[in-house]
């Protein structure tokens, strides 16, 4: 598995927001209200996100008072890493569609509202998205400084 490259999550969000934006200038009177519920959801997925990655990485480092780590379990964080950084590309840019709409129609109040929600949501989901990344750097092998290379640990 090759590591997740920002360049196309970043291209993930701009073309799910157009296609959002699409969808949302054509039926926005019949969707619901946004919740915003999901902004405080995804921050706790995302710090534990990151715990995970700086906790895996401690231990593939075996540093003092870490317990080694199953190879097999580091290779589920990899995946679960990866694949929360393409879904929460997909979310960011849900919701960042979602406010390029809402944007101009700021003098009305449920507008208003979904607009601050949809922004928040879409930094909650960016947020998701690097502490993903991070939870995939947390679970490469370093590199053993003597060889230039990989160690096999």
Not at 12 to 26: E, P, S, Y
Not at 37 to 56: D, K, N, Q, R, S
């Amino acid at each position: 598995m090759r590591p997740t490259k920002p360049g196309p999550l970043a291209g993930i969000v701009v073309v799910v927001a157009l296609l959002t934006w699409l969808v949302v200038r054509q039926f926005y009177a019949e969707l619901p209200v946004i919740p915003w519920t999901a902004i405080p959801t995804v921050l706790l997925l995302a710090l534990g996100e990151a715990y995970a990655g700086y906790m895996t990485r401690a231990r593939i480092a075996r540093r003092p008072g870490t317990k080694p780590v199953e190879p097999l379990a580091v290779a589920r964080l990899a995946a679960f890493a990866k694949a929360s950084a393409y879904v929460g590309s997909v979310f960011a840019g849900v919701f960042a569609g979602f406010a390029l709409y809402t944007v101009s129609l700021l003098s009305r109040t449920t507008p208003r509202g979904e607009f601050f929600v949809s922004v928040g949501s879409f930094v909650t989901f960016v947020v998701l998205v690097g502490a993903a990344l991070y939870l995939e750097y947390g679970c490469r092998i370093p590199k053993d400084p003597e060889k230039g290379r990989q160690s096999p640990k």
